[in-house]
Nanobody, 122 residues
Framework: QVQLVESGGGLVQAGGSLRLSCAAS????????MGWYRQALGKQRELVAT???????NYADSVKGRFTISRDNAKNTVYLQMNSLKPEDTAVYYC????????????????WGQGTQVTVSS
């Protein structure tokens, strides 16, 4: 019933920009922390950026100053604006959201998007 739908991935040249979006749909009572993670080939999945329900953000050092995470609570959507992209940013990017999806079970559970490929060519 609840799912996260991502969009915005693709192929871009080094120095270019992409904007990822992730919209949560279904019966959702509240959305807590949302974030973006990525996993490159042969690498472990790593945190890229998170944003709390209050708007506090956290970034990996490798993307700080280049990426911006934001959210639109009215649209149940989190965004990742990626500027000055580098080949090392190439990875599958996953959206994550901590969601409360039940009135009787009033605690957040992690939900993940399907992943979207971002490829940065040199």
């Amino acid at each position: 019933q609840v799912q996260l739908v991502e969009s915005g991935g693709g192929l871009v040249q080094a120095g270019g920009s992409l904007r990822l979006s992730c919209a949560a749909s279904g019966t959702i009572f509240s959305i807590n922390t949302m974030g973006w993670y990525r996993q490159a080939l042969g690498k472990q999945r790593e945190l890229v950026a998170t944003i709390t329900s209050g708007g506090n953000t956290n970034y990996a050092d490798s993307v700080k100053g280049r990426f911006t995470i934001s959210r639109d609570n009215a649209k149940n959507t989190v965004y990742l604006q990626m500027n000055s992209l580098k080949p090392e940013d190439t990875a599958v990017y996953y959206c994550k959201a901590d969601l409360v999806v039940s009135y009787s079970r009033n605690y957040p559970l992690p939900y993940w998007g399907q992943g979207t490929q971002v490829t940065v060519s040199s």
